[in-house]
């Protein structure tokens, strides 16, 4: 007798969601350690696609699941590669849950594409103010810099650094969350009460994908300019 076919259903979704969750957190974390190939900016503010795959999991589960997901993420990557310590992943957490939970939360309330641009809108300019905030408190602790010489870095490295890195993450969110859904469907690991609707709405035409395109490339090209790779 198969005891999982006589478990509530309550049981089975849940396992389901730690399972799909636990997927996700491991693909943030690869996609994290991905990026560390990426030019940084000023040597230590680095590109990262990790908000990408949480946010998918935070337009699944909702704001909650992102913020948990961006914890652990942010703790294992503090363990294994990062040397900035708990000051460094304090920042991370900050940075990162702030554009996830702000897009997810915003996107629960109104599951279309225009609901999701504007999560993902929103979540740019919250990370953008808060890491200007936080790195003018922090950073001269961590990286022992005198607090002058960060605040005279706010505006022209922190400011663009984080609104083209918000920008990249928002863009490949839009791209890539139906495709991923679709896939956790089909190996039923997200039911479709639980996946809500995409958004980009039900089907996802050429002009929505060339100019999400379009937008990624412009962003990933302002990156380079900003590591003074072009």
Known sequence: MDARKHAPAFARIDSKKLATLGMLTALAYVVMWISKILPSVNDFLDFDFKHVVICIGGFIYGPMAAGMVT????????????????WGCLMNIIGTASFCCAACWAYKKNHTMKGAIAGLISGVVLMTALMLL????????????????????????FLPFNLVKGGMNAAATLLLYKPVVGALRRAKLVPESESHAAPVGGRKHLGFVLVALFLLATFILLALVLAGVL
Do not use: F, Q
């Open 71 to 86: 914890v652990v993420v942010c703790l294992i990557e503090m363990i294994t590669i990062s040397g900035t310590g708990p």
């Open 134 to 157: 936080w790195n003018y408190l922090v950073t001269p602790i961590y990286m022992k810099m005198p607090r002058e010489a960060i605040a005279d870095m706010l505006v022209p490295v």
